[in-house]
């Protein structure tokens, strides 16, 4: 997997930005994947992209329900 990224995120701090933008699906635009690099990079930005906002949901009802049944 290495150099499937722009040089750019070649940095953890970068890296952990992009991971933390598409997980969000905020998809800013300022940092992507090197599209033509690796089909394993496509299916890992896009699983990513599918599963942050089904956790953020599973986490906001779990956390909801833990302060209302108190």
Do not use: H
Not at 38 to 45: A, C, I, N, R, W
Not at 60 to 66: D, F, G, I
Request: contains cysteine; glycine residues 4%.
């Amino acid at each position: 997997m290495q150099n499937c990224f722009a040089p750019e995120l070649n940095e953890y701090p970068k890296a952990l930005y992009f991971s933390a933008v598409t997980f969000t699906t905020l998809g800013y635009g300022d940092v992507k994947p090197l599209w033509n690099s690796s089909p394993l990079l496509k299916l890992l930005v896009a699983s990513e992209a599918l599963l942050g906002p089904i956790m953020t949901a599973l986490f906001l009802v779990a956390t909801s329900r833990r302060v209302f049944q108190e």
